[in-house]
């Protein structure tokens, strides 16, 4: 059993995950900006309470992170295992109608957090032993950030998200090797088909995911880099 941190778990691919690893015996401490929605969704879906800490993340927030983490880690305790980066936002708008607060939006909650997350995550993880079973075995924890085939192939349209994602996919990169090899960074660029699947069809995605934590098969519609 390991302690997994998440963002953005009020809804979508953020609450599937959320799921399916409390399924597979994970502690999990899930975290969304909307505390009152994360609560509704956890007693929805039966989240089990003795291994899920619910939390509120501001994830363009340092001191919110270092504040989730710690209640998280007196909760289950010291170690952290994997985090994962899901927390994102997306307006639609041509460049020449956004407004400022929309370019601060999506650079904020898409781009900074998850250099926040993952600097915060890995400060921790790095002061850690290696794990000694299973997936993570010989390394001291896992950091995947969510990112988009938008941030690959820009779309126009979402300009400001395609941006966002291309920033987490180049620090992302550059973070996975200086990380290595004490740490491991993984990078799922996800594609509006793997969105429709969490949607539609919440026990196949996931699964994926899931699987993909561990370095095995990729669902369609998800780019491993």
């Not at 998280?72 to 980066?85: H, K, S």
Request: glycine content about 12%; proline content about 4%.
């Amino acid at each position: 059993m390991g302690t997994f941190l998440l963002t953005g778990c009020a809804s979508g691919l953020g609450r599937h995950l959320t799921g399916a690893l409390l399924r597979r015996g994970e502690q999990v401490i899930a975290t969304d900006l909307d505390f009152q929605a994360l609560q509704q969704v956890a007693g929805e879906d039966g989240w089990a309470a003795d291994r899920t800490a619910l939390l509120p993340l501001d994830v363009t927030s340092s001191e919110a992170w270092d504040q989730a983490l710690a209640a998280g880690l007196q909760r289950f305790g010291p170690r952290l295992d994997v985090l994962i980066n899901n927390a994102g936002h997306l307006q639609p708008g041509w460049v020449h109608e956004v407004t400022s607060e929309q370019i601060e939006r999506h650079l904020g909650v898409n781009s900074r957090g998850v250099i926040l997350g993952t600097r915060t995550a890995a400060r921790v993880m790095l002061e850690q032993e290696a794990a000694a079973d299973g997936d993570r075995r010989g390394l001291r924890g896992h950091i995947v950030n969510i990112a988009s085939l938008a941030g690959v192939a820009a779309i126009p349209g979402i300009s400001l998200y395609s941006a966002s994602k291309f920033a987490v996919r180049g620090f992302s990169l550059a973070a996975a090797e200086g990380l290595a090899p004490l740490l491991r960074l993984l990078l799922l660029a996800i594609g509006v088909m793997a969105i429709a699947v969490a949607d539609r069809f919440p026990a196949l995605l996931p699964d994926a995911l899931g699987k993909s934590l561990g370095f095995a098969a990729v669902p369609f519609g998800v780019l491993l880099i």
